[in-house]
């Protein structure tokens, strides 16, 4: 089991995760770009560094890289001499998009050491004022690996995820994390953000503003979000995000061209067509216990057995050992 991580980066993501894993009682060494945070992570039980090289020192056994992408050449070019000197200590993430990670890993001549994670938690806020243990309160963790992927190494990480942060996960590859992300989050946030865009530049925004109500309050949250954040995330994985707005634009142009024809018909069937997701999240809020069983995990295929569980609605909270997973069944689409 883990006994000590390593966070680098202290926003919003990476100083919440600390503070919850402080909490529930690991030990956590952090780095971040600048001291400000310093003073309350330390006053919270975080043994904060003044390097990278101090961090490794404390022989993490595994570092969790919270930084922003733009950051990654530089921060893995740092670590690469040291993880050398720390073999058993394992490098993850937090990114939005895994696939430009794992080819900066790799780049870095660090992909024997790497699984990839992406914690399904967040909010409109950045920094560290903003981090808060809660944020990770029942959250998902995308956790993707490839071929090479070690099974002890990806044990490591999902061990501190379910056991120490208290969460469950899902295994993808790269290619299937990042189109999924993209649909959920990427996509949504320029949609979000095209409509404050179309309210600001409206002549009566005035008075839509006064107008704005639960529902534009929840389709605008993450448009509050600070857009060079939004910006970067969304060129991040620009090739699936192109894909999904193209396909919404057809989708509401259809949509248009239909009001205009008075296609009552047509309409009807738009606003049916979302039924199975209406139906999902009616399971999911009904508050029922979720079934849970043991998953066996091969040696050889493992990767493709844990791909199949996420693919049928299946989630990871624990392990039994090394082989065996406990998985919650949920509701599926």
């Keep these: 089991m883990v006994d000590t991580v390593g966070i680098v980066g202290l926003g919003l993501i990476g100083g919440s995760l600390a503070r919850r894993l402080a909490q529930r009682g690991i030990r956590v060494v952090a780095w971040n770009h600048r001291p400000h945070p ?6 919270d039980g975080i043994y904060c560094k003044s390097t990278l090289a101090e961090l490794m020192s404390a022989e993490p056994d595994v570092v969790v890289l919270c930084n922003p992408l733009k950051a990654m050449p530089a921060i893995l070019a740092e670590l690469k001499p040291l993880l050398a000197k720390s073999p058993r200590t394992t490098l993850t993430d937090v990114g939005s998009v895994k696939g430009m990670v794992r080819d900066q890993v790799k780049a870095a001549g660090l992909g024997e050491c790497y699984v990839g994670a992406h914690p399904m938690a967040g909010n409109e806020l950045s920094g560290w004022q903003a981090a808060d243990p809660h944020l990770y309160d029942d959250a998902l963790w995308a956790v993707t690996v490839d071929e090479d992927t070690s099974y002890n190494r990806f044990y490591t990480v999902a061990a501190m995820i ?25 996509m949504p946030h320029v949609v979000s953000t095209a409509l404050i865009n179309e309210l600001s530049a409206n002549p009566d925004r005035n008075v839509a503003a006064a107008l704005a109500a639960g529902c534009w309050r929840d389709m605008t949250r993450v448009a509050l979000t600070d857009p060079d954040r939004t910006r970067a995330m969304v060129e991040e994985d620009a090739l699936n995000v192109e894909v999904l707005l193209r396909r919404m634009a057809a989708r509401l142009t259809a949509v248009a061209d239909q009001l205009h024809d008075n296609d009552s018909d047509a309409l009807k069937e738009f606003f049916a067509a979302g039924n199975p997701f209406r139906r999902y999240k009616a399971a999911i809020n009904a508050g029922d216990a979720f079934n849970r069983q043991e998953l066996e995990i091969p040696e050889r295929g493992w990767q493709q057995t844990l791909l199949f569980s996420a693919r049928r609605g299946e989630a990871i909270t624990g392990f039994v050992n090394l082989q065996q997973a406990i998985i919650e069944l949920r509701p599926a689409i």
């Design 38 to 43: 310093y003073a309350q992570a330390e006053a």
């Design 162 to 186: 379910t056991h120490d942060v208290g969460n469950r996960i899902i295994v993808l590859d790269d290619e299937t994390h990042d189109k999924g992300a993209a649909m959920i989050s990427h």
